[in-house]
């Protein structure tokens, strides 16, 4: 396998629209997996961690279901992926990082206070 067609993992997170139905907004993931087999990838595990109160408004907007998918991808296929989230309108954000291992459950540790 040449470096070209060298393949990574990623973890991918994605804020949908919350005026959306579940309906669309299934669309909307189901679509985002798509584009990724369509460049070569493969899917491994998506987590829906629901609707969720934005940390800032973006765009007029104060709350968005959260989903993270973790894939397997072309390096260069990212930036064919970004350019189309930039063009779906029902992504409040997305961001996609390199990851090391697929997370099977995702949990957040309670803060300790101080």
Do not use: C
């Not at 470096?3 to 139905?21: F, Q, R």
């Not at 993931?29 to 829906?48: A, F, P, R, S, W």
């Not at 397997?72 to 970004?82: G, M, V």
């Amino acid at each position: 396998m040449s470096k070209k067609d060298a393949k990574a993992l990623y973890e991918g997170m994605y804020i949908v629209n919350a005026t959306l139905s579940e309906d669309a907004r299934t669309k909307v993931v189901d679509k985002l997996q798509e584009q990724i087999t369509q460049l070569d990838g493969e899917i491994h595990k998506l987590h829906e961690w629901g609707r969720r109160r934005l940390a800032y408004e973006i765009d007029g907007k104060r709350e968005g279901y959260y989903y993270i998918l973790y894939f397997t991808a072309p390096t260069q296929a990212i930036a064919e992926l970004w350019k189309e989230y930039h063009l779906n309108e029902d992504l409040v954000r997305f961001m996609t990082l390199r990851a090391e291992k697929v997370v099977e459950k995702i949990e957040f540790k309670v803060l300790a206070e101080r």
